[in-house]
Antibody, heavy 122, light 110 residues
Framework: EVQLVESGGGLVQPGRSLRLSCAAS????????MHWVRQDPRKGLEWVSS????????AYADSVKGRFTISRDNAKNSLYLQMDSLRVEDTALYYC???????????????WGQGTLVTVSP | QSALTQPRSVSGSPGQSVTITCTGT?????????VSWYRQNPGKAPNLVIY???KRPSGVPDRFSGSKSGNTASLTISGLQAEDEADYYC??????????FGGGTKVTVL
């Protein structure tokens, strides 16, 4: 059974940093691209970042480019999101999601975690 | 990276069909055959119901179908059931490993 478990969320002040983790199990982690997607509780889904199976291809939404860094450790079956210079508008539930392909060139996300809540507030 | 445009809500009676549209641009929906649709129940994570415009993952009923014409993709739910009531989001590949989501559509079963 595929499982994705996010952790690392919490309450943080604007300008500070936070690192999210996603522990994957139930599939061959290093065969697939992975994504972070966030959702403001009152709004819809927003794609944040993607990383290919071998970490060669990485992409970010314009809203987080230069502040967030995605990475993965295939030996640990883990995905990460380093979030720096956090802003109030980064407040959201952050989901980790598995791509159906190895390089996220199609963007079909077939499994999602339950999310970890990040709240950025003074 | 502008969000795809979806209607805020659609509704239908049990047994009827409803169609949700998803309008993008010639740089995303119109260019790539990589549109996916997700269903999200309250308080739950999204679930994939359509990928690559028309394909259904295993376990998704054939009442769900997808299509695309120009810059607009569509999700049709036939034989609407009470359990289909949820929020639905479209998503398109937008090149260089980036994705863009729609704003979401609430489906109400009357």
């Amino acid at each position: 059974e595929v499982q994705l478990v996010e952790s690392g969320g919490g309450l943080v002040q604007p300008g500070r940093s936070l690192r999210l983790s996603c522990a994957a199990s139930g599939f061959t982690f290093d065969d697939y691209a992975m994504h972070w997607v966030r959702q403001d509780p009152r709004k819809g889904l927003e794609w944040v970042s993607s990383i290919s199976w071998n970490s060669v291809s990485i992409a970010y939404a314009d809203s987080v480019k230069g502040r967030f860094t995605i990475s993965r450790d295939n030996a640990k079956n883990s995905l990460y999101l380093q979030m720096d210079s956090l802003r109030v508008e980064d407040t959201a539930l952050y989901y980790c999601a598995k791509d159906m392909s190895y390089d996220s060139s199609g963007g079909s996300l077939d499994f999602w975690g339950q999310g970890t809540l990040v709240t950025v507030s003074p | 990276q502008s969000a795809l445009t979806q209607p805020r809500s659609v509704s239908g009676s049990p047994g009827q069909s409803v169609t949700i549209t998803c309008t993008g641009t010639s740089s995303d929906v119109g260019y790539y055959n990589y549109v996916s649709w997700y269903r999200q129940n309250p308080g739950k994570a999204p679930n994939l119901v359509i990928y690559d415009v028309t394909k259904r993952p295993s376990g998704v009923p054939d009442r769900f179908s997808g299509s695309k014409s120009g810059n607009t993709a569509s999700l049709t739910i036939s034989g609407l059931q009470a359990e289909d009531e949820a929020d639905y989001y479209c998503c398109s590949y937008a090149g260089t490993y980036t994705l863009v989501f729609g704003g979401g559509t609430k489906v109400t079963v009357l």
